[in-house]
């Protein structure tokens, strides 16, 4: 599969973006997707993913409340609303594809990342 991030760029604290990662070579509707990020000097870290119907979303504590997944199967594609950002946002963010439609391990696909600023 192929996913391809966009939507990231520079914004100031308070502020908001929105990513898409569409994706092409599978069938979408069945695999759970995730967004990941990573941060100069940390390891890549799990943010928020979404079971394959949509049904399911799991965030990570440091996001909830703040941001928002969503998914579009009939355009293949996985959406972040990031609100209230923070300096601590700041990261390359990617997109994954998990091997099942359950958010569980570790996605076998990867976007190419894009990076997000958020400045204090």
């Known amino acids: 599969a192929q996913l391809v991030e966009s939507g990231g760029g520079l914004v100031q604290t308070g502020g908001s973006l929105r990513l898409s990662c569409a994706a092409s070579?599978?069938?979408?509707?069945?695999?759970?997707m995730g967004w990941f990020r990573q941060a100069p000097g940390k390891d890549r870290e799990f943010v928020v993913g979404i079971e394959r119907s949509g049904g399911n979303i799991y965030y990570a504590d440091s996001v909830q409340g703040r941001f928002t997944m969503s998914r579009d199967n009939t355009k293949n594609t996985v959406y972040l609303q990031m609100n209230s950002l923070k300096p601590e946002d700041t990261a390359i963010y990617y997109c994954g594809m998990y091997l099942g439609g359950a958010v569980r391990g570790t996605p076998i696909y990867w976007g190419q990342g894009t990076q997000i600023t958020v400045s204090s």
């Open positions: 070579g599978r069938t979408f509707s069945t695999y759970a």
